[in-house]
T-cell receptor
Framework: AQSVAQPEDQVNVAEGNPLTVKCTYSVSGNPYLFWYVQYPNRGLQFLLKYITGDNLVKGSYGFEAEFNKSQTSFHLKKPSALVSDSALYFCAVRDRTGGFKTIFGAGTRLFVKA | ETGVTQTPRHLVMGMTNKKSLKCEQHLGHNAMYWYKQSAKKPLELMFVYSLEERVENNSVPSRFSPECPNSSHLFLHLHTLQPEDSALYLC???????????????FGDGTRLSIL
């Protein structure tokens, strides 16, 4: 069965420190990979995506993600966290041949402390 | 006005009521989605419309009835809901070409639904 795992319910990091939010997936073929962020009382906002090519993808607000095919992972990273990065982060995958369905992880809450 | 707009933002209803959620997108996209977001659960895809035709229906109870009158509007009609249906309902849109699309979805801010 296709699935997305975000192993950490919550990640805590101090402002200015690097952050990583983990994501692994189980999807056949070469899926498209996405990260979204959700702020309180808002919908999800797109951060970045991986289609093909360079394994390091850069996105909005200084975020980047590293694709690792052998480990089927797509971890979200940022070199220096901001308090305003505190939010709920979702990893998502989409099978290139599987129709319209995007599978989302359960989300990881990021707390950045000043 | 741009983006994806959902109304109302909050809705409280009794189990015997009938209400509708509305979604409108101003992005020129050709696919629209309804999701259910419950606490500590992955987003649940409920319905997908592509070019105003329903293409996904993920075993959603019949008390939820979608309607897509045109490519810019999507409704979710609610009838005889249960307390476990209380959740945030998110609408999204995207541009798809056939069944292969790497375009991200654009989400509205949701309707927070509470069933008494």
């Amino acid at each position: 069965a296709q699935s997305v795992a975000q192993p950490e319910d919550q990640v805590n990091v101090a402002e200015g420190n690097p952050l990583t939010v983990k994501c692994t997936y189980s999807v056949s073929g070469n899926p498209y990979l996405f990260w979204y962020v959700q702020y309180p009382n808002r919908g999800l906002q797109f951060l970045l995506k991986y289609i093909t090519g360079d394994n390091l993808v850069k996105g909005s607000y200084g975020f980047e993600a590293e694709f690792n095919k052998s480990q089927t992972s797509f971890h979200l990273k940022k070199p220096s966290a901001l308090v305003s990065d505190s939010a709920l982060y979702f990893c998502a995958v989409r099978d290139r041949t599987g129709g319209f369905k995007t599978i989302f992880g359960a989300g990881t809450r990021l707390f950045v402390k000043a | 006005e741009t983006g994806v707009t959902q109304t109302p933002r909050h809705l409280v209803m009794g189990m015997t009521n009938k209400k509708s959620l509305k979604c409108e997108q101003h992005l020129g996209h050709n696919a629209m989605y309804w999701y259910k977001q419950s606490a500590k659960k992955p987003l649940e895809l409920m319905f997908v419309y592509s070019l105003e035709e329903r293409v996904e229906n993920n075993s959603v109870p019949s008390r939820f009835s979608p309607e897509c009158p045109n490519s810019s509007h999507l409704f979710l009609h609610l009838h005889t809901l249960q307390p476990e249906d209380s959740a945030l309902y998110l609408c999204a849109s995207s541009q798809v070409a056939g069944q292969d699309s790497n375009q991200p979805q654009h989400f509205g801010d949701g309707t927070r639904l509470s069933i008494l």
